[in-house]
Every structure is written in structure tokens, then in C-alpha cells.
């Protein structure tokens, strides 16, 4: 028997949970703002210019908190009565047997940890291979490193994992000639080139891990809803070492499932799509999800840099279902191991999502997807608009204390609340309604836990989870004004055009973590600010600095909290404490286990000998018979015309007599990408007396046995 879900929700149904929704955000919102417009006018008789500003931000502020906290409360109204019975999950069949389609599982990758890459893919291959789908997969590395080094070790890796696990035919290996329009380019060429000859696609991350029986219950969903496009799953954050990654995998792991439950609960086939660890259809994606380019130039305007929401609504547009798969198991990946490269990666997206302010009027999309598209870009906006909103209401404070109410503003009676002297329980009342809204979907996802003796478990006991909450709400308090002014910083330069590069992310966390250096450079801005700011307030208004103190603390200690969180030792002894633990860590499932050996034994052999390890990869290119051969059967032949072969062949001489020391990365790359260099180089180095080649070349030859008899894996760190 089986369950199909090929049509939405009744329309009528749909609607009455998105007016309750949408409807409980408004009151709340309104209510808010209703009350602050109270104390401003009876403070001062009157709206005064600065009092409507003051006004204007706030009200889409405290909108988009209470955006996350009516999504949360729904969630746990849905958990709290066993789960919404319009899920995609509820389509999977009954008899417990899969349906199933071709599907390619493509990893795009740049420049990337090779070892995690193709260990990951590993783990990924062997158990789909366990499942009873396993013919119908097949998976696809697409490579745009460039880097030279990193470029060979991901064929010699690739070559080595399908010799292992007999992976020809089943394991492919791509390297783009040109790296066009990032990782949204990369898939696009994919499709173009072997799409027609699959059902399906799931996008993994390169530090995406997704059990077998995960891909095969994802396909077998696509067939029991033709008329879905998009299947999005909620990944798991793990193999988090450093305070830091450790922090964000526990509040993921925590509070994530009330908020995902409250998401499903009003966006129903209308979900968004985040870009990996997903499954499309491939056929409508590729006819309907063609990313236009913007008006204007880059940062923002140009191609699209955040792909996702868009061709989620491109997809919607064309009248398919996204769904998002909020209560499907064995989905993971891995988060930022420190705070600074959290910020970098928040630097890409923030130009992403600003870019999307184009789209929000686009015709056709759905207001959902609009929707989706607008907290997308408040995400980044909400911070520059808070920062402004604090700036002015210390600067009205200032202003009354220039009036002469400094006496009113420090007596026993009263407070000061967002730039006015105000009844302290009035005060009082406004500031908890905003704790409530971001707190109390916290507190609650804790009490749930501590509901499950069999889960509560799993967090490593009541005490310690109820530690690990108050230690994280904590965390996130000192972090929220960072985070704040890294963001504001992201958005002011977006708008001033500088635009922000392709760089390959940082995934592992250094045993040393963020040095001072690097801190000093990154925070120093935000702790002079903040000893500016907290001083004169201190100085000017003292009633008004206890209020600004939450926010000062976080950009006063940004520097060492920034170092603390960053180091793995902290995380490890967090770990042995029993703080910050997760399920995935007290109850590992096999293929992270898997992962974690694998890797390890990686990791324990010795790097390349040193004098060739810069350039080790374009030496197995040259020296190695197979490895040469490999890869010149892995190029796309074309013939350069006869400027182009004297140019190649005045580099090949150049390369065989002075090795690679003093070649650009672009004149490697050029001799990589020439077959027909590749071949001649191979065998002038080995016809050539020794006498004609560099002492590169002739140290290289002589270690040459001894590393290769080295596991290759263990080599590409």
C-alpha cells in the first residue's frame, strides 16, 4: 500500500494556517510597537522626528523576532500533538519497499580537504551500496579547484577510492576547463552534459554526509509525488571539535526541530530549498530553474550568487511542489569551525541574499517564495536596522540628558528603554516580552528533552543538558552583537560595490584555533567602538548603560571570546564535561563512525617529503607513469594553434630545467590542461640525462619510491 501526496493541501486548509500564523506575527508586532509609541508620546507629549524613526525601525525589528518565534511556537504545537500529518515524510510507502529512479549524487567541490572529500564519499558509496536501491545511483565529484596540487590529488584519490571499493562506472571524477558562475555554474554544466540521463540529482556539500537508506527514502518520496520538484532534508551539524562548532552543533541539534515543525507547518509545498544535502527533479530544474542575470553589475547585480531561494521559486513558479523533509534522518554536515569563518562565509551570503531585493517583485513567484526571499535578505538587513535603531535611541538619551532629566532618568521610580525615561514595570514589561520572544522557544525545546528520558539521554543526562542551554543561551547573548556589526559591515560594503571573492571554505578547526593576530585584526574595530560607546554612556547617561550592557559585553570581550570559542582543546574538555553533547556524538551512527576511522588513519601518516610537497601533485602528473596517463585521459582534447603549441613548448623546457619553483599557478594550470604537454613532458623526464634536468626533478626521482609507497589518501590533507 502507499501513500500519495500529489496534490497540495487543500487550498482553504492551507490558508487558515497561514492567516493564524501570519496573523499572531502582526498582533504581537503591533502590540509591541503599540506600547513603545505609548511611552514615547506620554514621555514627551508628542512624536518628535527621531521618536518616528525611532519608531520605524522598530516595528519590522521586533516583526522579524517575532517571525522566528511564532514559527517556533507552532512547531511545538505540532510536536506536542505527534507530528502534522501533511508531511512529505507520510508519503513513503507502508510495505517498507522503495521505489526507485536513476539519480546522480553530485558533489561540487573547490579546492577542498581531499581527504574529507573523498573519505565522505566513501562513507556515502558503501552505504548505498548496503541498500537494495544501490544500481540506481551513481556519483559525480565535480571538481572547479584551482589549485594544481589539489587538483591531481583529487584523480589520484578518486582513481585509489574506485580501485577500493570498485567504483568505475558507479564513481565519476570531473574538472571544469573553466570555473563559470561558481558551484551554481558547475551543476548547471553538469545537467547539460549528463542530466537526460537521470531521474534525479541530490546535491551534497563536500562536507555533506547522507546515509544510503536516507537517498533511497528521498527517491522513493520523488515517485510517490510526481508533482514534487524540490525534496529538501534539515541537516545535522557534526564532527564539530573546536567551543565554537561545538556550540552551534548542540543549539542545531536542540532547538532546530520546533522551529522546522513550525516551518512545514504554514510553507507546506511551498518549502525553500538551502542548496544541498536535497533532491530535485531533474528534468523540471533544468527546463525552469535557469538563473537569469541581474540588472547592473556585481555585488549586486550580476549573477546570482545565492542560487537556492531562487530556484526554489523558480521551481514553484512552474507550478511544482518543494517540500522540506523536516523529520528525515541520517542528513549531516559540518558548520564553521570558529567565529571569524562563520563571518566569512556569512560575507558570501549576505551578498547573495541582498541580490535577491531584485527578485522580490519578479512576476509569477509566489508570495511565499517572496516571503522566503525577504527574511532572506532581513537576515543580513535586521543588522545594520538594529545597530541604527540602539545609535539613536543613545543619542536621544543623550539629548535629554542635555535638557536637564538626567535627575529624572537615574531616579528610583524610573528607567530608561530605547532612549526614554519610563515606569519601571512598564520598562520592564517591554523588555521581557522581547526576551520572551527569544528565549522562550529555547526553554521550551529544553523542557520537550527533559519530556524523553530515552533522548534526554543522548544529551548526556538532565543536568548537563539543562547546563549545556544556559552555557549556550549565554554564548549566544555575547555573540549576537559581533555577529551584528559583522553583518552591518557585510551590508554597508555590498552597497558600496566591493564584492567578495570565491575562496575555498574552512571546514576543520586548527588545534591552535584563531590566533591574537587574526583576532585583534578582525575584532579590534568592534572593541574600541564598544569601550567608546559603553564610556560615554557610562559618562553622559549611567540609567541608560545597564540597558546597553548586554550589548556592550560582546564587543568589549569580542577578542578573547573570539580566540576562547575557536580553540579544540576547549571543545575536547567541553566534551569530556559532558557540555555541548549531541546524540550523533553520545550515540554515533555507523557511517560517522566509519568517517571518523577512516580519516584518522588518513591523517596519521607523514606529508610528502618537504622539499617536493609544494609542488607534489604536478610531480606525480610528470613523473608517475599512471598517474600521467590518468590524467591525460581525464582531459578534453582540442589542438591550440601553432602560437599556442610554441608557447606550451617553450614552458614544458622551462618546467624540465628549472622545475616547478618558478611557475605562476596559471602557467601550471596551462601545462595540466595540455595533453599533449602532459605526454611530452612525461617522457623527456624520463629520456633526458639527469644532468639536463632541474635538482628538483632529480630529488623528486630519487624520493619518488620511497613516498609511493605511502597510501595515497594519507598524502591529500
Not at 520546533?258 to 533544468?286: D, K, S
Request: net charge positive; with cysteine; aromatic share 12%.
Amino acid at each position: 500500500m502507499r501513500i500519495f501526496i500529489t496534490n497540495p493541501m487543500d487550498p482553504a486548509r492551507l490558508n487558515r494556517r497561514r492567516f493564524l500564523f501570519f496573523s499572531a506575527v502582526f498582533v504581537l508586532t503591533s502590540l509591541a510597537t503599540w506600547f513603545v509609541a505609548d511611552l514615547y508620546w506620554r514621555d514627551a507629549a508628542g512624536l518628535t522626528g527621531l521618536e518616528i524613526a525611532l519608531l520605524v525601525l522598530f516595528a519590522p525589528l521586533f516583526a522579524h523576532i517575532s517571525v522566528g518565534f511564532c514559527t517556533a511556537f507552532v512547531g511545538f504545537y505540532v510536536i506536542n500533538r505527534g507530528g502534522d500529518s501533511s508531511r512529505i515524510t507520510a508519503s513513503l510507502p507502508s510495505d517498507g519497499k522503495p521505489s526507485l529512479a536513476s539519480t546522480a549524487v553530485v558533489m561540487p567541490i573547490f579546492n577542498e580537504d581531499v581527504s574529507r572529500v573523498f573519505e565522505g564519499l566513501r562513507v556515502v558509496f558503501k552505504s548505498v551500496q548496503q541498500t537494495e536501491g544501490a544500481d540506481h545511483f551513481d556519483f559525480f565529484i565535480l571538481s572547479d579547484s584551482n589549485e594544481p596540487n589539489r587538483w591531481i590529488r583529487e584523480e589520484v584519490a578518486w582513481a585509489e577510492l574506485c580501485k577500493q571499493v570498485g567504483g568505475f562506472g558507479k564513481i565519476f571524477y570531473r574538472k571544469r576547463r573553466q570555473a563559470i558562475n561558481k558551484k551554481a555554474g558547475n551543476v548547471a554544466d553538469f545537467l547539460r552534459r549528463w542530466g537526460r540521463n537521470y531521474r534525479y540529482m541530490v546535491v551534497l556539500d563536500a562536507d555533506s554526509i547522507m546515509t544510503g537508506e536516507a537517498l533511497v527514502r528521498l527517491v522513493s518520496m520523488m515517485e510517490a509525488n510526481p508533482s514534487t520538484g524540490i525534496i529538501q532534508t534539515a541537516p545535522r551539524i557534526v564532527r564539530g571539535e573546536s567551543l565554537y562548532s561545538r556550540l552551534q552543533a548542540f543549539a542545531n541539534r536542540l532547538y532546530s526541530p520546533l522551529f522546522l515543525a513550525g516551518l512545514n507547518y504554514w510553507q507546506q509545498h511551498e518549502g525553500n530549498y538551502w542548496g544541498h544535502n536535497a533532491i530535485l527533479r531533474v528534468q523540471p530544474f533544468m527546463d525552469h530553474c535557469a538563473l537569469p542575470d541581474l540588472p547592473g553589475n556585481e555585488p549586486f547585480g550580476g549573477r546570482i550568487l545565492s542560487h537556492d531561494f531562487v530556484e526554489a521559486a523558480l521551481m514553484r513558479k512552474a507550478g511544482w511542489a518543494v517540500w522540506l523533509a523536516h523529520d528525515l534522518e541520517g542528513s549531516y554536515e559540518e558548520g564553521p569551525p570558529t567565529l571569524i569563518e562563520s563571518a566569512k562565509r556569512d560575507r558570501r551570503w549576505c551578498q547573495g541574499n541582498l541580490q535577491h531585493a531584485w527578485l522580490l517583485t519578479a512576476r509569477g513567484f509566489r508570495p511565499a517564495n517572496r516571503f522566503h526571499l525577504l527574511m532572506g535578505i532581513m537576515a543580513y538587513v535586521s543588522s545594520p536596522l538594529w545597530l541604527l535603531f540602539l545609535l539613536l535611541s543613545t543619542l536621544e538619551m543623550v539629548n535629554k540628558s542635555a535638557l536637564g532629566n538626567q535627575e529624572a532618568l537615574g531616579s528610583a521610580d524610573t528607567t530608561s528603554l530605547f532612549g526614554y525615561s519610563v515606569a519601571v514595570p512598564e520598562a520592564l514589561t517591554l523588555f521581557f516580552l522581547t526576551m520572551l520572544l527569544l528565549f522562550l522557544p529555547k526553554f521550551v525545546s529544553v523542557v520537550v528533552m527533559l519530556g524523553r528520558p530515552a533522548e534526554v539521554v543522548l544529551y548526556g543526562g538532565r543536568g548537563r543538558l539543562v547546563a549545556s542551554a544556559v552555557l549556550e543561551s549565554a554564548g549566544s547573548m555575547l555573540l549576537a552583537p559581533v555577529n551584528m556589526f559583522f553583518n552591518t559591515k557585510f551590508v554597508i560594503f555590498t552597497l558600496l560595490g566591493q564584492g567578495v571573492g570565491w575562496v575555498a571554505q574552512k571546514r576543520a578547526a586548527d588545534v591552535d584555533g584563531t590566533d591574537w593576530r587574526e583576532a585583534i585584526i578582525t575584532h579590534g574595530f568592534h572593541t574600541v567602538f564598544g569601550l567608546f560607546w559603553g564610556v560615554s554612556s557610562l559618562i553622559l547617561i549611567p540609567a541608560y548603560f545597564a540597558w546597553l550592557s548586554f550589548v556592550l559585553a560582546g564587543l568589549v570581550c569580542s577578542i578573547p571570546l573570539s580566540i576562547f570559542l575557536s580553540k579544540v582543546g576547549f571543545g575536547r574538555r567541553a566534551r569530556e564535561l559532558g557540555i555541548f553533547l549531541t546524540p550523533e556524538e553520545t550515540s554515533a551512527p555507523a557511517d560517522l563512525e566509519l568517517l571518523e576511522r577512516n580519516l584518522a588513519e588518513c591523517y596519521r601518516h607523514l606529508p610528502p617529503f618537504e622539499p617536493l610537497r609544494a609542488d607534489y601533485g604536478i610531480m606525480q602528473a610528470v613523473l608517475d607513469p599512471y598517474i600521467n596517463a590518468m590524467h591525460v585521459a581525464l582531459l578534453r582534447q582540442r589542438r591550440p594553434s601553432a602560437g599556442a603549441r610554441e608557447w606550451f613548448a617553450t614552458l614544458q623546457a622551462r618546467l624540465l630545467r628549472e622545475g616547478p619553483g618558478r611557475f605562476t599557478t596559471k602557467e601550471k594550470m596551462a601545462l595540466l590542461l595540455d595533453p599533449q604537454s602532459m605526454i611530452r613532458l612525461h617522457r623527456e623526464l624520463w629520456r633526458l640525462p639527469s644532468e639536463s634536468l632541474a635538482d628538483w626533478w632529480r630529488l623528486a626521482m630519487r624520493q619518488y619510491n620511497v613516498l609511493a609507497a605511502v597510501p595515497t589518501t594519507a598524502l591529500y590533507r
